[in-house]
Nanobody, 115 residues
């Protein structure tokens, strides 16, 4: 059974930085992509950043040039470096893994940016 565990969330002032990590465990035959989503209160879950098996990355327009996604392929761990954080970045951040068209999700980690 595949499990994803996020860490690194917390409370940070506007302009600050946080680094999220997502560790995976279980039997994973093939990973097509890993990424981060977020969901703010009253809003739909949205894609923040994704990294595909070939290394290509994709970012939401709202986080481009501020957030960086990276992956440790050997450990199947994905990271999200978040800089210049804004209050509107406040949300629960979820790690996602796509394997053979099956999505897996972590439990989420809260990120709160104070103004």
């Amino acid at each position: 059974q595949v499990q994803l565990v996020e860490s690194g969330g917390g409370l940070v002032p506007a302009g600050g930085s946080l680094r999220l990590s997502c560790a995976t465990s279980g039997s994973i035959f093939s990973i097509n992509a890993m990424g981060w989503y977020r969901q703010a209160p009253g809003k739909q879950r949205e894609l923040v950043a994704a990294i595909f098996s070939g290394g290509r990355t994709n970012y939401a327009d709202s986080v481009k040039d501020r957030f960086t996604i990276s992956r440790d392929y050997a450990a199947n761990t994905v990271f999200l470096q978040m800089n210049s954080l804004k209050p509107e970045d406040t949300a629960v951040y979820y790690c996602n893994l796509l394997s053979l068209r099956t999505p897996y999700w972590g439990q989420g980690t809260q990120v709160t940016v104070s103004s």
